[in-house]
């Protein structure tokens, strides 16, 4: 079942997104970019299979990891530009757009309108989560 997820994955995009800013890359990542949120030709009921521990891992390490990635160049460029912290989380930033699609695409059943998709980013944007600072810093 993992491959044949897997094998559905649009795929990664041969150059990063770069519109100039970082709500604007990340609403492009998480619209069109390489995704899960597109069925493709599995039955929706198919993709629950990716909750299965086993299959949740195979997909880590053949897709999601690269998909990261990508996100990382955007999340690196808009630290360099000013838009965020250095320590913001961009791991909790991507997945929280990512699982707000997911969520809506599977679970309410609809599509995530891209004015509330731009509304959460920019609140991140705004906001971020921060990384934790390592137990040692904490201490002394």
Do not use: C
């Not at 059943?109 to 509330?116: D, I, K």
């Amino acid at each position: 079942m993992a491959a044949a997820i897997a094998s559905e994955y649009v795929g990664q995009s041969s150059s990063v997104i770069d519109n100039g800013n970082l709500l604007d890359d990340l609403v492009e990542h998480v619209r069109v970019g390489p995704s899960f949120l597109k069925y493709g030709r599995l039955a929706p009921v198919a993709w629950t299979a990716m909750l299965e521990p086993e299959v949740a891992e195979f997909l880590r390490e053949e897709v999601l990891n690269g998909r990261d990635a990508i996100a990382e160049v955007i999340f690196d460029r808009a630290i360099e530009r000013g838009e965020l912290p250095a320590d913001a989380d961009s791991r909790t930033i991507l997945h929280t757009a990512l699982g707000l699609g997911l969520y809506e695409r599977y679970l309410a059943g609809s599509s995530l309108v891209e004015a509330t998709l731009r509304q959460v980013i920019a609140a991140l944007i705004a906001t971020p989560p921060r990384l934790a600072a390592p137990l040692a810093a904490e201490e002394a």
